[in-house]
Structure formats: C-alpha cells, structure tokens
C-alpha cells in the first residue's frame, strides 16, 4: 500500500504566502511524477503544478511566477511554495504521486486527502 500526506495548508492574507508539503511512503520502488491539483464546491479538480523524478516543471498559468514546485527524490516528498496568494487561489489543494511498486514500468496515481488554503482579502 502507498500513503500520501499532505500538510501546510490553513488560512492567510491576500499577499502571503504558504509552504504545502507532500509525503509518500509504502510499497514504492520510484515515484515518476509529483504534483499538485487544487478544487473549489462546484468545480473540477485542476492541475496546479507537477514535477517529474528528472526535476522538470509545469506550472498552470494562474500560478506561474508565483509558486514553485521542488522535490526530494530521496525523502519522496515534494513541495509547493505559494508565494503572492490571492483570494481566487482559495481552495482544497490535492497532492498525488505517480509510483512503480516495482522495476516493470507499471505506475499507479494515489492522492492524498486534502489541505485546505484560504487566501483572505
């Protein structure tokens, strides 16, 4: 089994900024890709930003040049630095993590439960 915890989530002025953390721990041999999606009531689940075990990044263009995604291939963790957090990036933010259990090149999406950021104006 492979668990997902996300933490760092809470409440914070328009202007701040907040630093979510992502760990995966269980039955992984790698993990290909880490990332973060973000949803509000009402809407669909949108990609926030992702990073691949070689260290390449995307990012959606509401967040570009304001957060930055890193990674600790060793400690199978990722990172999400918001900076400059704006009211309309209030929502639950969903880390997931692609991961081969073994050396076959089979990968399974497991998510974590939520945090929740709230960006106050």
């Known amino acids: 089994q492979v668990h997902v915890v996300e933490s760092g989530g809470g409440l914070v002025q328009a202007g701040g900024s907040l630093r979510l953390s992502c760990a995966a721990s269980g039955s992984i041999f790698s993990i290909n890709v880490m990332g973060w999606y973000r949803q509000v009531p009402g809407k669909q689940r949108e990609l926030v930003s992702r990073?691949?075990?070689?260290?390449?990044?995307d990012y959606a263009d509401s967040v570009k040049g304001r957060f930055t995604i890193s990674r600790d291939n060793v400690k199978n963790t990722v990172y999400l630095q918001m900076n400059s957090l704006k009211p309309e990036d209030t929502a639950v933010y969903y880390c997931y993590a692609e991961v081969r259990k073994s050396p076959a090149p089979e990968a399974y999406a497991y998510w974590g439960q939520g945090t929740q950021v709230t960006v106050s104006s």
């Open positions: 990073i691949i075990s070689g260290g390449s990044s």
